[in-house]
């Protein structure tokens, strides 16, 4: 599973989140942006454009063992987006959660269907002798 620091790259370079990042955001540019915030893309669409990313998925964040608790995102968001960027910062928290819970799910999916092939396949050799 990556850490902190790893997610808070990976928000800072997204093209939604990149203009709020710490290192490039400025004093005169935060009103701009906040009113800019309404017309933002809804966790949804972020989380899935972060599933179709490989980037993202090379951070592993879901497994089938289970997925980081809110904490854990808000704690690396706020390592790339200043606070005062507060719907951004939500927005990319839930985003990173929704992602997160949805590689799990997929996962313990395939986890699962390994497992009814396993049994399939054993009960196949069992029969067959």
């Not at 990556?2 to 540019?29: D, G, I, L």
Request: hydrophobic share 50%; glycine share 6%.
């Amino acid at each position: 599973m990556s850490n902190e620091q790893e997610v808070a790259r990976y928000v800072a370079r997204h093209p939604t989140f990149a203009p709020y990042a710490a290192a490039q955001a400025t004093p005169c540019m935060g009103l701009g942006y906040r009113m800019a915030a309404s017309q933002l893309p809804t966790p949804e669409q972020i989380a899935g454009a972060f599933l179709d990313d490989a980037d993202f998925q090379a951070l592993r964040l879901g497994s089938w063992l289970g997925s980081p608790d809110g904490e854990f995102f808000a704690q690396a968001v706020a390592l790339a987006i200043p606070a005062e960027y507060e719907p951004i910062f939500n927005l990319a928290v839930a985003s990173l959660k929704l992602a997160s819970d949805t590689q799990m799910r997929n996962d313990r999916k395939a986890a699962a269907g390994f497992v009814i092939a396993a049994f399939v396949l054993a009960a196949v050799i069992v029969w067959s002798e």
